[in-house]
């Protein structure tokens, strides 16, 4: 099954998909497998957008141990 899903919520594309295209004002500025867009950005405003992302350290542990 193929699907496009578009979003700004960085965190449910991580989760969600298996490769990923980066746009700004609607040009296609990279494209690849989500771990890797995720961890080694290429393109210089990748690299700011994932700088932007929220972590959420810790907050898997601490559900789990509650």
């Known amino acids: 099954l193929t699907m496009l899903f ?14 990923v295209g980066v746009m ?3 040009t296609l ?4 497998p989500t771990e ?3 961890t080694a950005p290429q393109h210089e405003y ?5 700088s932007l992302m ?3 350290t810790g907050l ?3 559900i789990e141990t509650a």
């Open 54 to 56: 929220p972590e959420f």
């Open 29 to 32: 500025l990279e494209v690849a």
């Open 24 to 26: 700004q004002m609607g």
């Open 6 to 19: 578009i979003s700004h919520d960085l965190p449910v594309i991580r989760q969600m998909c298996d490769r």
């Open 46 to 50: 990748s690299k700011k957008l994932i």
């Open 60 to 62: 898997r542990e601490e």
């Open 36 to 38: 890797q867009l995720f």
